[in-house]
Each structure stands twice: as C-alpha cells, then as structure tokens.
C-alpha cells in the first residue's frame, strides 16, 4: 500500500476505470477515488464504459463519469476498480495498457494481479472498503458527504444490505463512520431499493417465467433474451439482483443466470455472446465453475462470458447440477 500511495502523492493526471455493466461497488469506488484524489489537487477522470443504471445515479458526482476518452498521452497513472481481470474494463483497455503505472485494486478471489501495482484484499468485503483503508491509511478525512456516500453505496449494495456472507465487521465499522460523516441512508435505500419503472417489473415477470429446475432439484436457470429487452424497454443494468430470486429457491445449491447479449431478435440457433452470472448457498465454489470457463469471481458469486446457443450453455450447466 505504501508504494500505491507514494505513487499517487507524485501522480498529476490519473484516470480512474471500473468494470463495464458497473454495480454500486465499482460506481461508489470510482466516485470516492476519483473525489479524494481531487481534493488533493490531482488531475483525475472517471471512467467506464456502460451506462450507468437508474439506481446510481442520485451518487454525487456521477454525472463526472464520461463514456469514451480521447487520448491517453497525458495520463501519468490509471488505476482499475473491482476488476479481476483487466479486460474487464472493456474496450478501453487497449488504450489503457499504453499508461506508464496501472495500479490494480480489488477484492475478487480470481484476481490475476494484472498492472504494474497491486492492492488486493480478498477479505474485504467490498472494494470500496479497500478505497476506504487506502484513504485512511493517506490521511485523507472522510468528512465529505459525497465520498461517504459513495463508500457506504458500494458497502451496501456489494453486501446484499448486509445479508451476503461477505458481510464481515469492517462493512458495519465503515459504513456507521460514513452516516457520521452525513450519509442520508433513507436517501440511498430509496433510490437503490425502492424505485421500479413498470419496464422492470414487467422485465422481472419474464425472468421468474423462464425459472427451469434441474432434475436433482439444486440448479436454478434464469433467462433472459435481447427480446425480452427489447419488449420491456428495459437495459442491462435494469437486471440487476434478478438472479437472487432464483438463488432464493428452497434447496437451490447454484443458480445461474443466462442473459443474451447480442443484438438478434428472438433465440437464435447459431452461436451468440452470453454472459452467466452464478450464485451459490455456500456449499459451491461457483468461481471455479465461472473459471473452467474462463470467468471468474467469489466463491458464492462469479460469471463468465460465452459465445454460445442458448440450449447448450443450457445442457452445460445442467451437466455441472448432475454433481451438485
């Protein structure tokens, strides 16, 4: 941590990426870096590459979060958020590889220690409680309600509101030292909890209709098609939390997640970009799974991406249930 923050403190013009499909973890850990490098008059962008979704964007600052950059020539540092590989970060990271000094900092159990420095914690139990050692550790008062906010959105949200497994003692410790430094936590479960269009809603009883059990009973499959988008009205990032309903089913080891990404009306029969997200009860490893297929992630929540037909991805994970 030390060389990271000597790094930093002689830093000038820093970018700041978090992974694409971003969730309030990677968005609450690129606002609050990237506001307390301001405040020590750093030059500093924040980056990533998708939309961000209608939940997060009450964060202070968000809107500072730009799509698409120019040029990279005068960027001394980068430093990637909540990624665990680096081509999670998107298109950009071409471009990126060309910066002097990437710093990776992270809390994912399959992080293959990409950049030149590296901040992982895998016991954290979000990566914005690393932001938050890392500032404290830099001296850096968190009194600013906007990086508070930040901070206790990416605890909040990466901890399922403090019901995952990874709740660990840190996530309260941190998040009731952001309500004193003037978190509206009413404010922030509003807005990520409380708020549906009647696009999601309609998106959520098409996910619980495409619900499909395997035989043994300890594999939930949810589906969700580019039509069922397109239908709803609805975008990728209005599925999130989707795949904790099937994950909730009694006696479900593992659900799955099988969203299609491409842009073809209907199911196709020819091959098309998928990405499937799993969850666990605890008694899976789901990112050894997510890694066999070159994904990756936490024991009890991973993913990967695969160029596909629905109904093999499908025959896949029902082999993987069979040893469940």
Known sequence: MKKIINHLKNSNHIIIASHKNPDGDAIGSLIAMGLALEALNKNITLYNESPIPSAYCFLPSVERIVRQIKETNTYDTAIILDCADFQRIGKISLVISKIP???NVDHHITNDRFGNLNLIDTSACATTEIIYNLL??????ISNSAIATSIYTGILTDTGSFRFSNTNKSAFAICEKMVEAGVDTYNVAQHVYGRYSLGQIKLLNMALESIEISDNGKMSMMILTKNMFDETGTRHEDSNGLINYAKSIENIKVAALIHELSNGKGVSKKPE?????????????????AGSFGGGGHNRAAGFSIKSTLSDIKTQMLNIAVEL
């Open 273 to 289: 970009d998928y990405h499937v997200s799993l969850r666990s009860d605890g008694t899976v490893d789901v990112a050894v799974i």
């Open 136 to 141: 404290t550790e830099m001296a850096l008062p």
């Open 101 to 103: 000094v990437i710093i």
